[in-house]
């Protein structure tokens, strides 16, 4: 079973990067985008219909731009990211991830967090 987890980048605006056992995913899938940009995350981490998670975009955040996507299937307590497409390389095509549930859904409150947080701007402004 793999681990999630990601960094933040504090640019103009911040960018997540999603890391799985400690090494970017965009570097994993041979992606040029490595993160996402905080706009394209709202409630959740961003999807494409029908079933497609977004786990890399361009840093412009304009929805599908260099976006590298899979199939997340939920299996008991467990998720499953695979059949990467977009902006992957053959290789990155092929790869499969499985994350605890609890684990995933951890890391996932957390981005969706920060970005509220950011979005709701300094304490005391």
Do not use: K
């Amino acid at each position: 079973m793999n681990t999630l987890s990601f960094l933040v980048h504090p640019d103009v605006v911040p960018l997540i990067e999603l890391l799985v056992d400690g090494v970017s995913l965009g570097h994993r899938l041979g992606a040029r985008s490595r993160t996402l940009a905080y706009d394209l995350i709202d409630h959740d981490l961003p999807r494409e219909p029908p079933n497609l998670r977004v786990v890399c975009a361009c840093s412009c955040g304009e929805p599908g731009c260099a976006s590298a996507r899979c199939v997340e299937e939920v299996i008991g307590d467990r998720v499953r990211w695979r059949a990467f497409e977009g902006d992957v390389s053959r290789e990155g095509r092929q790869a499969e991830f499985e994350f605890g549930a609890d684990q995933f859904e951890s890391v996932r409150r957390a981005i969706v967090e920060l970005v509220r947080e950011f979005r709701a701007g300094p304490v005391g402004d």
